[in-house]
């Protein structure tokens, strides 16, 4: 009996280390979880940040774009109206 109680006792001991290192290994695995969540969340702000300011720029090239087609039309306008006074 003694050589099968010192049997479980061995297997019970390396049960318990096998749990330990189980547990070890969750909370380092748990560690990079949280790591990468607060990566994800510092990643999807950026995101937004950087989505509202494209949007910002983006309609700000749309009224400069606009306001220089308007130049451009009234200078070649001006410029055909001044040739037609130097031709006349």
Same mark, same amino acid.
């Given at each position: 009996? @003694?050589? %099968?109680?010192?049997? #479980?006792?061995?297997? +019970? +001991?390396?049960?318990?280390?096998?749990? =330990? =290192?189980?547990?070890? *290994?969750? !909370?380092? &695995?748990?560690? %990079?979880?949280? %790591?990468?969540?607060?990566?994800?969340?510092? &990643? %999807?702000? !950026?995101?937004?940040? #950087?989505?509202? *300011? #494209?949007?910002?720029? +983006?309609?700000? &090239?749309?009224?400069? &774009? @606009?306001?220089?087609?308007?130049? !451009?039309? @009234?200078?070649?306008? @001006?410029?055909?109206?001044?040739?037609?006074?130097?031709? !006349?």
């Amino acid at each position: 009996m @003694t050589q %099968q109680g010192a049997a #479980l006792q061995t297997y +019970n +001991n390396e049960l318990v280390k096998c749990i =330990e =290192e189980l547990c070890f *290994k969750r !909370d380092e &695995l748990n560690k %990079q979880i949280q %790591q990468e969540e607060s990566e994800k969340a510092r &990643l %999807q702000h !950026d995101i937004r940040v #950087l989505t509202e *300011k #494209l949007s910002r720029v +983006n309609e700000s &090239l749309a009224h400069r &774009l @606009t306001a220089r087609a308007e130049f !451009d039309r @009234t200078i070649a306008e @001006t410029e055909a109206a001044y040739m037609k006074v130097i031709c !006349d």
